[in-house]
């Protein structure tokens, strides 16, 4: 065994191994709300030009290694979320999704048909994941042109085209336990150690009130020379909690991990080169026990925020689950939240079911003007008229930088509409366009046609340099610890805001009409054909009163009611019969009288 051990330490020592980090931040949100901000990344020493000839893992998951290889992915970016994140309120989350499923794949610049990997990209994560992705098929996919930009390195066998990207979103499908539990099954320690084992799916799913599950890969520099390429899988979970709830008070927002999750701390994983928990306590006002293990400030400019830091594998010594609480001196306020300086919002308009609009508000609350890609995906059953796009600022008409127009066509693509624009300061801006309903053949409804049909969210994408409502992480590194005490030269201040989705509801078709056509006509046919069929089956003949045959309704009714009315009428005729006899009785004795008397007359004559 020690020479096995030796050896390991002697190849890990020559050769790059897999590299795994857990994280945890924990911030209070100006609302009175909790965000839980879980971070797994997995670091494999590997080329992903050379996916397809991956023989050994260690760390990294096999299915999704050989998932890369069959269908050459160079960038792959996966969210499940279910709710929607409060931008005004909540500030900017770590990493953004939109409601719903949403799916951003770049493919190796080797492939010929993306859309044929695109399709099989999307039924094995379907299968992988337990979710209903493989509906996003080359007919729901698009291609952005400026909103997303590559986050890996580039450079040789590397694409940088937008043909070779796909983008496609599901905004019915939420997450939910079924995707909870594939996903952690993903991680080196599952959920058996680490900070993992606080993903309990019935306490995530039923106190939460905001949930996104996001999968991502990209390649990475192995080294800062850039000499060699490696593959970051990163696997986050946002959830956001309102502490009053458990509290059961307004005003008091005090919070616990056992509270939260049901569960403690416990060991870090043991496949984890580092474990740390980070808590924002740059707003003040609360105390956390126990203590931090240390303090970092981190950040330039307005964006200068500190972080309480715990070392999960020196947090419990002796292996025991501990709790991690904090306690606010004064009870929370519920006033003005300062709003962040970029906000959207997007709604339907119109009325009846033939034409409709979409309006989409934008708000820049910065000091300087902001450059803005707004993208937007609509189905091909709402029929967009490019002629009525209207984009003023403050009621003044604004001309876009550039339009980015693609119309849809019936079942086979979607409305694609991208806008670059640069928003004035202290500016709120209105885009808004027509379409018109269509009518869809019967089998393209779902079960539930009378709820409506899903349009997904729009993406905003900008460019803020001076964030504070926002944690931002390095492009070289994602992990949470490099951005908070790594120093990094850069970091991404490139943010993607995704608005609400719309339900739009469709000209429909009475579908209980077939169902009543089908009962009418039956029941006519029923009625018809018994007559008939007596009429033309059966023989007339002439029977005498009481001798007809009877059928089953009177047949009970003389084993039933026919003979209770015999047995009263027995009763009554025996009643009746002892009077008759008792007259008789007392007849007969005076007749023999008056016979006997007259006999004795005769008698006393023949004597004389």
Same mark, same amino acid.
């Given at each position: #065994?020690?020479?096995?051990?030796?050896?390991?330490? &002697?190849v890990?020592?020559?050769?790059?191994?897999?590299?795994?980090?857990?994280?945890?931040?924990? !911030?209070p949100?100006? *609302?009175?709300?909790?965000?839980?901000?879980?971070?797994? /990344?997995?670091?494999?020493?590997?080329?992903?030009r050379?996916?397809?000839?991956?023989t050994?893992?260690?760390?990294?998951?096999?299915?999704?290694?050989? &998932?890369?290889?069959?269908?050459? $992915?160079?960038?792959?970016?996966? *969210?499940? /979320?279910q709710?929607?994140?409060?931008?005004g309120?909540?500030?900017?989350?770590?990493?953004?999704?939109?409601?719903?499923? #949403?799916i951003?794949?770049?493919?190796?610049?080797?492939?010929?048909?993306?859309?044929?990997?695109?399709?099989?990209?999307t039924?094995?994560?379907?299968?992988?994941?337990?979710a209903?992705?493989?509906k996003?098929?080359?007919?729901?996919?698009?291609?952005?042109?400026?909103?997303?930009?590559?986050?890996?390195?580039?450079?040789?066998?590397?694409?940088?085209?937008?043909?070779? #990207?796909?983008?496609?979103?599901?905004?019915?499908?939420?997450?939910?336990?079924e995707?909870?539990?594939p996903?952690?099954?993903l991680?080196p320690?599952?959920?058996?150690r680490?900070?993992?084992?606080?993903?309990?799916?019935?306490?995530?799913?039923?106190?939460?009130?905001?949930?996104?599950?996001?999968l991502k890969?990209?390649?990475?520099?192995?080294?800062p020379?850039?000499?060699?390429?490696?593959?970051?899988?990163?696997?986050?979970?946002?959830?956001?909690?309102?502490?009053?709830?458990?509290?059961?008070?307004?005003?008091?927002?005090?919070?616990?991990l056992? @509270?939260?999750?049901?569960?403690?701390?416990?060991?870090?994983?043991? #496949?984890?080169?580092? *474990? =740390?928990?980070? $808590?924002?306590?740059?707003?003040?006002?609360?105390?956390? =026990?126990?203590?931090?293990?240390?303090?970092?400030?981190?950040?330039? %400019?307005?964006?200068?925020?500190?972080?309480?830091?715990?070392?999960?594998?020196?947090?419990?010594p002796? %292996?025991?689950?501990?709790?991690?609480s904090a306690? =606010?001196?004064?009870? =929370?306020?519920? %006033?003005?939240?300062h709003?962040?300086?970029?906000?959207?919002t997007?709604?339907?308009?119109?009325?009846?079911?033939?034409?409709?609009?979409?309006?989409?508000?934008?708000?820049?609350?910065?000091?300087e003007?902001?450059?803005?890609?707004?993208?937007?995906?609509?189905?091909?059953?709402l029929?967009?008229?490019? @002629?009525?796009?209207?984009?003023?600022?403050?009621?003044?008409?604004?001309?876009?930088? @550039?339009?980015?127009?693609?119309?849809?066509?019936?079942?086979?693509?979607?409305y694609h509409?991208?806008? $670059?624009?640069?928003?004035p300061?202290?500016? !709120?801006?209105v885009?808004?366009?027509?379409?018109?309903? *269509?009518?869809?053949?019967?089998?393209?409804?779902?079960?539930?046609?009378?709820?409506?049909?899903?349009?997904?969210?729009?993406?905003?994408?900008?460019r803020?340099?001076?964030?504070p409502?926002?944690?931002?992480?390095?492009?070289?590194?994602?992990?949470?610890?490099?951005?908070?005490?790594?120093?990094?030269?850069?970091?991404?201040? $490139?943010?993607?805001?995704?608005?609400?989705? &719309?339900?739009v509801?469709?000209?429909?078709?009475?579908?209980s009409?077939?169902?009543?056509?089908?009962?009418?006509?039956?029941?006519?046919?029923?009625?018809?054909? %018994?007559?008939?069929?007596?009429?033309? /089956?059966?023989?007339?003949v002439?029977?005498?009163?009481?001798?007809?045959?009877?059928g089953?309704?009177?047949?009970?009714?003389?084993k039933?009611?026919?003979?209770?009315?015999?047995?009263?009428k027995?009763?009554?005729?025996?009643?009746?019969?002892?009077?008759?006899?008792?007259?008789?009785?007392?007849n007969?004795?005076?007749?023999?009288?008056?016979?006997?008397?007259?006999?004795?007359?005769?008698?006393?004559?023949?004597?004389?």
């Amino acid at each position: #065994m020690l020479r096995i051990f030796l050896l390991l330490v &002697l190849v890990c020592g020559n050769i790059s191994c897999d590299k795994f980090t857990e994280e945890l931040l924990l !911030t209070p949100l100006q *609302s009175g709300h909790l965000n839980t901000h879980f971070k797994f /990344t997995t670091l494999y020493p590997a080329d992903i030009r050379e996916s397809s000839q991956w023989t050994h893992y260690d760390l990294f998951p096999r299915p999704l290694g050989e &998932l890369l290889g069959v269908y050459q $992915v160079q960038e792959l970016s996966l *969210s499940l /979320t279910q709710g929607q994140w409060r931008y005004g309120s909540w500030g900017y989350p770590v990493e953004s999704s939109p409601p719903g499923a #949403m799916i951003l794949a770049r493919f190796l610049p080797s492939v010929e048909d993306v859309d044929r990997n695109w399709e099989g990209l999307t039924n094995a994560l379907a299968g992988l994941l337990c979710a209903s992705l493989n509906k996003l098929d080359r007919t729901q996919g698009v291609q952005p042109v400026h909103s997303f930009h590559p986050a890996g390195i580039i450079g040789n066998n590397f694409t940088t085209s937008t043909s070779h #990207m796909r983008y496609g979103l599901l905004p019915k499908e939420n997450v939910c336990t079924e995707n909870l539990t594939p996903w952690k099954k993903l991680l080196p320690c599952k959920a058996k150690r680490g900070l993992s084992i606080l993903l309990n799916s019935g306490v995530v799913q039923k106190h939460s009130s905001y949930q996104a599950l996001i999968l991502k890969i990209r390649p990475v520099c192995q080294s800062p020379a850039c000499d060699s390429v490696s593959t970051e899988l990163t696997q986050s979970i946002s959830l956001v909690f309102d502490p009053a709830v458990y509290n059961g008070q307004a005003d008091k927002t005090d919070w616990n991990l056992k @509270h939260l999750f049901g569960i403690g701390v416990g060991t870090a994983c043991p #496949m984890a080169d580092t *474990s =740390h928990i980070f $808590v924002d306590i740059s707003s003040g006002g609360f105390q956390l =026990h126990p203590v931090p293990d240390r303090e970092v400030m981190t950040g330039a %400019g307005r964006n200068v925020k500190t972080y309480g830091v715990y070392d999960v594998k020196t947090f419990s010594p002796d %292996g025991r689950i501990k709790n991690l609480s904090a306690r =606010h001196s004064k009870p =929370h306020i519920y %006033g003005i939240v300062h709003s962040p300086a970029l906000t959207a919002t997007r709604y339907l308009t119109g009325a009846g079911q033939e034409h409709g609009g979409i309006r989409a508000t934008i708000k820049n609350m910065a000091r300087e003007p902001i450059t803005v890609v707004y993208l937007d995906v609509v189905p091909w059953f709402l029929r967009l008229y490019l @002629h009525t796009l209207k984009i003023t600022v403050d009621n003044e008409p604004l001309q876009p930088i @550039h339009t980015h127009y693609i119309p849809g066509v019936d079942r086979s693509r979607p409305y694609h509409l991208e806008l $670059v624009m640069k928003l004035p300061a202290r500016s !709120t801006t209105v885009i808004s366009i027509q379409f018109e309903h *269509s009518m869809l053949r019967w089998v393209e409804y779902p079960p539930d046609a009378n709820h409506g049909f899903y349009v997904g969210s729009a993406t905003i994408t900008a460019r803020i340099k001076d964030n504070p409502n926002a944690t931002l992480l390095a492009p070289e590194d994602s992990t949470l610890s490099y951005a908070i005490w790594g120093n990094p030269p850069t970091v991404d201040t $490139v943010i993607h805001i995704f608005t609400e989705i &719309l339900l739009v509801s469709l000209p429909t078709p009475d579908f209980s009409m077939p169902y009543n056509v089908i009962c009418l006509a039956c029941t006519v046919a029923a009625l018809a054909f %018994g007559p008939i069929h007596n009429i033309t /089956t059966k023989s007339l003949v002439l029977v005498q009163a009481g001798q007809e045959e009877k059928g089953i309704l009177g047949k009970i009714f003389d084993k039933t009611v026919g003979k209770v009315l015999e047995k009263i009428k027995a009763l009554k005729g025996k009643k009746a019969v002892p009077k008759e006899d008792t007259q008789d009785v007392d007849n007969v004795p005076t007749d023999q009288n008056e016979d006997s008397d007259d006999v004795q007359e005769e008698d006393i004559e023949d004597e004389d």
